[in-house]
């Protein structure tokens, strides 16, 4: 997993995830355990099952990709993706499902370096394009993703801007 990595500062240091090590499996839940117990995270830490479980979930996904920033050993930013297909292109592209910075980082540039990181490996990769999805109340991240040129996404203006949907699944 050798990918060039660029670093926001001296300080900062992105590193591509690698889930057999231990420090990075680590790295990952305690990052998105703490975005997913914020706001913009739904305010609910992640149950000790998903702790438990989702390195090797993702480790098995073949398309899955990750960043992390370390400010020293401390684990800092995260960026979670996903490669897929635009059938309108037949061309793969790559789906950012998670970004975030801890509190104690934020406004520093992580964010915009995990973000060009995922962009530098998605043009490597041939991908035609990033996705993602936000929470129209979370300004800030909005303001970021615009600023680095992402827009909201529609084919044709008279049909408006794509909404996302989810549906739950129970077995």
């Excluded at 109340?137 to 084919?155: Q, S, W």
Aim: charged share 20%; proline share 5%.
């Amino acid at each position: 997993m050798t990918d060039e990595v660029a670093s926001p500062s001296d300080e900062i240091r992105l590193e591509r995830i690698a889930l057999g090590r231990p420090e990075h499996a680590r790295a990952l839940i305690e990052l998105l355990d703490e975005y997913a117990a914020g706001p913009q995270g739904g305010g609910v830490p992640l149950a000790t099952q998903v702790r438990e479980q989702l390195p090797g979930v993702l480790a098995a996904r073949a398309h899955y990709i990750g960043w992390l920033a370390f400010d020293g050993h401390q684990p800092v930013g995260l960026l979670n993706a996903f490669e897929g297909v635009s059938t309108f292109k037949a061309r793969p592209l790559l789906n950012i499902h998670d970004i975030a910075v801890t509190a104690s980082h934020r406004g520093r540039g992580i964010g915009r370096a995990l973000l060009a990181q995922a962009e530098r490996h998605a043009l490597k990769t041939g991908c035609c394009k990033l996705t993602l999805e936000v929470l129209e109340g979370n300004r800030t991240a909005i303001g970021l993703y615009r600023d680095v040129g992402f827009a909201a996404y529609e084919l044709d203006p008279t049909m408006g801007r794509a909404m996302f949907f989810e549906k739950w699944l129970t077995p």
